[in-house]
């Protein structure tokens, strides 16, 4: 049982003489910052990959000193420094000894949304106790995959047990030279999830990587890896909507999903990264993500559902590539800016094969000094025969120091393409505000209520119990955005 | 219940009212009529505390205190309520939804247990019954894709579930046929009692055939005229308004 050996592993590395002569100590285990050639090597050798894993992790690498950091996106923060960034530190995080060291407003937060003490332990660093036993609910939910040979693991795992499923698809949807912060990635990954879903199975439970959580912590850079076999079905929630603190700014995780003939990946995604002081944005994450998932045969289905409202900055595209023939790609979002944050998000649809149907539903919502951009392409290639897709992009504007940009790039190379386009931008009517004010709601309840019925779209899309956190989600992250 | 004092009022900079005084005792039915720009409509946005609206001279007491520096909803919650001449749409909100919230925050501020799903289900059925509403109407965000009627009928439909003391009815027999118009006057002769209080404000005399109001009042030009029992507004009717214009 890896959950268990890992220990094991860990202390039997920690005795070793590190023969690359960084720092070991024996609470953690950290590299100085810094990227070089033999940073990559040591996360490889550290989690005992493959040679062909460390070969493709420096491709990719050698590609990213070619490339340059892009600009087009509509957000603006500091230059990053790359070699100020550490990028291995594992497997131990410092801990607190109790919920007292950890920021009262964060608590706060918590307590809002729900959260059992024990959970809020975990979120916020603190020792767990024995009697929240994740290894063994871990352990009973791998049991019940098991029976249906379903494989959900940590990236690091698969690439060890499941090597050659992972070489066979790895980097097929986001190949290493993409982007630059997914090429980064790819050279640098922490560690991630992998999934892998038989033959005509059809995943019995929402895989979340909730039940991960008390693994080793996956760090900035995840890789997710999720492929549909041929008539299989799966729903993938990703994220949490506690507020999630982390010390390392930049985060640049890729995603990537396959569907084979008839299968259907739902990947929904709450992402709460901690979005910087309130007054000035200090300290908030970059959050810089590749997600795309590609329909490879017929009648395949991949649906992104998103609720951003984290992170300082958010820089954010799923994406499909609808291969095969009637395969469907839907993307639906809610994303959030209050206070300083910026958001430049949206998706691609990419129409190559015949009969293929796409579906964009954004909603955008901008309050105290949010900025926020949809930026959505949808492309229908010149074999894409009555292919159809159909995009709506409203923002509703909170205030008026806030703003909502949208960029749609439509590109059709097929006369026989069907495209509708609909996109509105609204204020949170004082009218309304004072419709429910008269009925005696106060006016962030009147906000709240008047938000949430603008997301219901999306938020219909989302796994029930995901859903009404993340209303309560909206909820908090509202709190404060009318002066 | 509401006593105004001299009250001068405005909008953007703008003064509207120019010293009205009124007092609507417990259990009574007040009307206000007057021509468009009359004042009537500001008179109600002062009353409800509706932002932008300044009150520069004067007082308007409720059960014998000020609220002038209260917020709209604070006076919603002590039981002053506005039917809208022109109702908002709120999407995506749907009418149970956004009742319930309206009915537990009035009953959590009154300190009386928050209905339940199932308790506020039977209530909500009953009052939609007295106004002769569909079930499906629940279903439906708040006004949207309602007509004018059936806006109004809205309107009275949430009166009875929040169950004010003092209720302005700002217009609600304008865009009404004579049907709606009825259903409407039933719903608030039925919640009319020697407890409940009412302003209505209104263009049409023609509203006055299906309530009883106590006393009419005229108002022209920001001010109080005139005012007197039922026959006066008959008297409007016959005459118009000139007549009581300054000279």
Redesign the interface.
Same mark, same amino acid.
């Given at each position: 049982m890896p959950a268990n050996t890992q220990p094991d592993i860990i202390d039997q590395k920690i005795s070793e003489d590190y023969k690359y002569g960084f720092v070991t100590d024996i609470e953690s285990e950290t590299l100085p910052p810094g990227l070089d050639e033999d940073v990559v090597r040591f996360i490889s050798t550290k989690k005992e990959e493959p040679q062909w894993l460390l070969d493709w992790r420096l491709k990719a690498y050698r590609h990213w000193l070619k490339m340059k950091e892009p600009v087009w996106a509509k957000v603006h923060y500091h230059d990053i420094d790359y070699q100020d960034i550490i990028y291995y530190s594992a497997p131990k995080k410092k801990e607190l000894q109790s919920l007292d060291e950890v920021d009262p407003e964060l608590l706060r937060t918590y307590d809002k949304l729900g959260i059992p003490l024990e959970e809020q332990k975990m979120l916020s660093g603190v020792a767990v106790d024995a009697v929240f036993d994740s290894v063994s609910v871990t352990t009973t939910f791998r049991e019940e995959l098991g029976k249906y040979g379903i494989i959900f693991c940590s990236f690091s795992e698969a690439a060890k047990n499941h090597s050659d499923l992972v070489k066979k698809y790895l980097g097929t949807v986001v190949p290493y030279t993409d982007n630059y912060f997914a090429t980064l990635n790819s050279a640098v990954f922490s560690d991630g999830s992998f999934v892998y879903i038989p033959k005509g199975v059809r995943c019995p439970m929402e895989l979340s990587t909730y039940f991960r959580i008390n693994e080793a912590k996956t760090g900035q850079f995840e890789r997710t890896l999720i492929i549909a076999d041929e008539g299989s079905y799966v729903s993938y929630l990703e994220g949490c909507t506690a507020p999630m603190r982390d010390e390392n700014q930049l985060h640049a995780a890729v995603v990537e999903l396959v569907a084979h003939k008839d299968a259907t990946i739902k990947y929904s995604t709450v992402q709460n990264w901690y979005p910087g002081h309130p007054k000035t944005g200090v300290g908030g994450i970059y959050n810089f993500v590749t997600k795309r998932g590609i329909c490879l045969e017929e009648n395949s289905r991949i649906s992104w559902t998103q609720v951003e409202t984290g992170s300082a900055i958010t820089w954010k595209y799923p994406s499909c590539i609808l291969k095969g023939d009637n395969s469907v790609g839907e993307f639906y979002s809610v994303a959030l800016s209050n206070n300083h944050q910026q958001a430049d998000t949206g998706t691609k649809m990419i129409h190559l094969g015949k009969n293929t149907r796409s579906t964009i539903i954004s909603k955008g919502i901008s309050a105290g000094h949010g900025q926020q951009a949809y930026r959505g392409q949808v492309k229908i290639m010149k074999g894409a025969e009555n292919a159809r897709n159909f995009s709506q992009c409203d923002s509703i504007l909170i205030g008026d120091k806030c703003a909502a940009h949208t960029f749609p790039y439509i590109d059709v190379r097929n006369p026989t393409a069907q495209m509708e386009h609909e996109a509105t931008t609204s204020n949170i009517g004082e009218d309304q505000l004072f419709y429910c004010n008269q009925r005696g709601l106060s006016t962030e309840d009147a906000i709240s209520m008047i938000v949430n019925g603008f997301c219901k779209e999306v938020f219909n899309e989302l796994p029930m119990e995901f859903a009404m956190e993340a209303t309560k989600l909206l909820e908090v992250s509202l709190e404060g955005s009318v002066g | 219940m509401l006593e105004i004092k001299n009250l001068h009022a405005g909008v953007e900079g703008k003064i509207i009212l120019h010293g009205i005084d009124l007092n609507i005792k417990q259990g009574e039915m007040h009307v206000i009529m007057g021509r468009n720009g009359s004042g009537k409509s500001t008179l109600s946005n002062v009353i409800?505390g509706?932002? !932008?609206y300044e009150v520069t001279a004067g007082d308007i007491l409720y059960k014998g205190e000020s609220i002038l520096d209260w #917020? @709209?909803?604070d006076r &919603? %919650?002590a039981g002053i =309520?506005?039917s =809208?001449q022109y @109702?908002?749409v709120? @999407? !995506?909100?749907n009418n149970t *939804? =956004?009742l319930k &919230? &309206?009915v537990n #925050?009035?009953r959590k *501020?009154n300190g009386k247990k928050e209905l339940d799903a199932a308790s506020f289900l039977k209530l909500i059925k009953e009052k939609l019954t007295e106004m002769d509403m569909e079930a499906e109407y629940l279903q439906r &965000?708040v006004n949207e894709g309602f007509s004018g009627g059936e806006k109004k009928r809205n309107e009275i439909l949430?009166l009875l579930c %929040?169950e004010p003391e003092l209720s302005i009815m700002d217009e609600t027999d304008s865009g009404l046929d004579i049907d709606a118009l009825k259903i409407v006057a039933k719903g608030i002769n039925n919640y009319h009692n020697e407890k409940r209080s009412f302003l209505v404000i209104t263009h049409y005399q023609r509203f006055l055939k299906y309530v009883e109001p106590d006393i009419v009042h005229v108002l022209i030009g920001g001010k109080i005229v005139k005012s007197g029992g039922k026959e006066l507004a008959i008297e409007l009717e016959e005459k118009g308004y000139r007549w009581l214009e300054p000279a």
């Open positions: - | 409800t509706r932002n !932008g #917020s @709209p909803e &919603a %919650l =309520f506005m =809208f @109702p908002v709120i @999407p !995506g909100v *939804y =956004f &919230a &309206a #925050s009035k *501020y &965000a949430q %929040l």
